[in-house]
């Protein structure tokens, strides 16, 4: 145990330098240092004897902090709910949206396939009639048909899937590409 206690003990101002200089936050990196030093104490038996203990330690220091980085990545910052704006959680439900959207592609499925392509490029890839009309070897008066068409036929396929609850839902938007 006391061999231990002189071998770490210098190395303990360096190590707080290094947590400092990463996290930019004194606290922070005296935690970081504090957790790195409990982690050596418990694995102190299993270190090579032969080691460099200064490298080792901060070899433990650096994953550690490595660690939280990437908790915090995955977590997003974090914001007290005092300082929190309550707009940050006034959004719609992923869920809602996944659904309609699950909707739309299974009602598109149902559609023929010219109705499904002219609806495809002209609503989603945004091409105008003329260019579409040009993809597709048809005129463009062929164009506007089949896609007023394939649009009546989405929305009542649409109305068909919600249910009757088309009142609560809004549809999903198509826009209008002239």
Excluded at 57 to 84: D, K
Excluded at 156 to 166: E, F, I, N
Aim: aromatic residues 4%.
């Amino acid at each position: 145990m006391q061999d231990m206690l002189v071998l770490i003990e210098p190395v303990i101002p360096a190590l707080r330098r290094y947590a400092r200089a990463l996290l930019h936050n004194s606290t922070a990196a005296d935690d970081l240092v504090q957790d790195s030093l409990e982690r050596a104490i418990s694995a102190w038996g299993q270190r090579r004897a032969d080691g460099d203990v200064k490298s080792w330690l901060f070899t433990i220091l650096h994953n550690l902090a490595m660690n939280s980085f990437t908790q915090a990545r995955r977590r997003g910052e974090h914001i007290s709910l005092e300082e929190a704006d309550p707009s940050a959680f006034a959004r719609d439900a992923p869920q809602e949206n996944g659904l309609r959207h699950r909707e739309l592609v299974n009602a598109l499925a149902q559609l023929p396939d010219d109705q499904r392509s002219v609806i495809l490029l002209v609503s989603v890839e945004g091409l105008s009639y003329a260019q579409t009309a040009k993809v597709l070897a048809v005129p463009v008066g062929t164009v506007m048909s089949r896609l007023s068409r394939g649009r009546e036929r989405l929305a009542t396929l649409l109305k068909a899937d919600s249910g009757g609850q088309a009142a609560h839902r809004s549809a999903p938007h198509l826009r209008r590409v002239i």
